[in-house]
């Protein structure tokens, strides 16, 4: 069964403040992706990574940066935090190539 | 990037009836076509995918077809059950990406 984890169910945070979102998957998968989930506007992607030290923009990535020191690890990176970026922060990894992708729990985020 | 509408947004079905959600995508080279469940509080989770070589997959009471021509797919929920209740949302994936587009997902009651 794969199994992907978040470092946080819930996360409350000062505007201002740096933010780490941690996912861990245990399935040797290539691929890690983060999301944002708004009601309403489905889950836009982030950033993805297909590789240890590699990153690709997704849609949103303004506000965000990444890192994938290793495979089984990737991290979500708000430098400072603000009000717009109060959301629920799914991660998911996938096999090489284009397959399924499991979630994670989520991370439910508030900036004050 | 790729232009993704999910349509009905909301549909109530009576227990037993049939549910049909169509997705329509602006990439023709897409290649892979996957329908996603979240049921609340839930994290998303892969119900079906198809492939662009297949016109037609079905698993149990749920089926996806796939018009390549007119770049639409759609999900088909038979006999609908209360716990097929949730949203349920589509994800293409353009060629040569790993990245998939989620729809705006369609919020599916069914009454019993």
């Known amino acids: 069964d794969v199994k992907v984890t978040q470092s946080s169910r819930y996360l409350v945070k000062r505007t201002g403040e740096k933010v780490f979102l941690e996912c861990v998957q245990d399935?040797?998968?290539?691929?890690m992706f983060w999301y944002r989930q708004d009601p309403g506007l489905g889950l836009r992607l982030i950033y993805f990574?297909?590789?240890?030290?590699?990153?690709e923009k997704g849609d949103i990535p303004e506000g965000y940066s990444v890192s994938r020191e290793k495979k089984e690890r990737f991290s979500l990176i708000l430098e400072s935090a603000s009000t717009n970026q109060t959301s629920m922060y799914l991660c998911?990894?996938?096999?090489?190539?284009?397959?399924?992708?499991?979630f994670g729990p989520g991370t439910r985020l508030t900036v004050l | 990037g790729e232009n993704v509408e999910q349509h009905p947004s909301t549909l109530s079905v009576q227990e037993g009836d049939s549910a049909v959600i169509k997705c329509t995508y602006s990439?023709?080279?897409?290649?892979?076509f996957p329908w996603y469940k979240q049921e609340l509080g839930k994290r998303p989770q892969l119900i079906i995918d198809?492939?662009?070589?297949?016109g037609e997959k079905k698993d149990q009471r749920i089926a996806v077809t796939l018009n390549k021509t007119a770049k639409h797919f759609s999900l088909h929920i038979t006999e609908t059950q209360p716990e097929d209740s949730a949203v349920y949302f589509c994800?293409?994936?353009?060629?040569?990406?790993?990245?998939?587009?989620f729809g705006k997902g369609t919020k599916l009651s069914v009454i019993p």
């Open positions: 994800a293409p994936s353009g060629a040569g990406s790993y990245q998939l587009t």
């Open positions: 990439d023709s080279a897409s290649n892979y």
């Open positions: 198809i492939r662009s070589n297949v």
């Open positions: 399935m040797d998968h290539e691929n």
């Open positions: 998911a990894s996938s096999l090489n190539g284009i397959n399924e992708q499991f």
């Open positions: 990574s297909y590789d240890v030290k590699m990153k």
